[in-house]
């Protein structure tokens, strides 16, 4: 089974701020690896697919990056109604969510 | 819209069983996979069950596989998850999701396995 660590897992920055989430796979995924946002009390909702693909009406200053086994989530500039926790999804084999990093303002 | 509707969910004790059902709305339910993910609360996610479109193949992780099972009626745009000899550690909010890439999520339904 394929293992995902993802970090940090929690995350304190200023509105404005640059903020990026890692996710480190055991094995190469394929770039098929998803970013998901969380809200108190709502389901998650997909913000990127396969690596770097944003899904139609997320902000443009959500972006993803990586190949291989490291991956990156990162807002460009931290809004408040971002506040919010974290998950990655490998679906390269099966499928495995990390951790999750919760995000919150400084 | 595409729409995913759970129900199902309840207090149940350990041992018993319990069946859950999301109804589809919104898009061609049997051009996608469809699956079953759950958060024991305040924890992470955890994938459960996918099933094919046609309903001709299905998985399962370790831990729920043997008793949980996955189902789906595209006549009723349904989709189901079986789940007996339930556990403490189903205590869940179980979410149906659509497509292999967990695109589409319902709103979930709470599921508490507890004497």
């Known amino acids: 089974d394929i293992q995902m660590t993802q970090s940090p897992s929690f995350l304190s920055a200023s509105v404005g701020d640059r903020v990026t989430i890692n996710c480190k796979a055991s094995?190469?995924?394929?770039?098929?690896l998803n970013w998901y946002q969380q809200k108190l009390g709502e389901a998650p909702k997909l913000l990127i697919y396969n690596t770097n693909n944003l899904q139609t009406g997320i902000p443009s200053r959500f972006s993803g990056s990586g190949s291989g086994t490291d991956y990156t989530l990162t807002i460009s500039s931290l809004q408040p109604e971002d506040v919010a926790t974290y998950f990655c999804?490998?679906?390269?084999?099966?499928?495995?969510f990390g951790a999750g990093t919760k995000l919150e303002l400084k | 819209e595409v729409q995913l509707v759970e129900t199902g969910g309840g207090l149940v004790q350990p041992g018993r069983s319990l069946k859950l059902s999301c109804v589809a709305s919104?898009?061609?339910?049997?051009?996608?996979?469809m699956s079953w993910t759950r958060q024991a609360p305040g924890k992470g996610l955890e994938w459960v069950a996918s099933i094919t479109n046609s309903g001709g193949s299905t998985y399962y992780p370790d831990s729920v596989k043997g008793r949980f099972t996955i189902s789906r009626d595209n006549a009723q745009n349904t989709l189901y998850l079986q789940m007996n000899s339930l556990r403490s550690e189903d205590t869940a909010t179980y979410y149906c999701?659509?497509?292999?890439?967990?695109?589409?999520w319902g709103q979930g339904t709470l599921v508490t396995v507890s004497s």
């Open positions: 919104g898009f061609t339910f049997n051009n996608y996979w």
């Open positions: 094995q190469n995924i394929n770039k098929y």
């Open positions: 999701t659509r497509d292999r890439g967990f695109a589409y």
């Open positions: 999804l490998q679906h390269s084999s099966r499928y495995t």
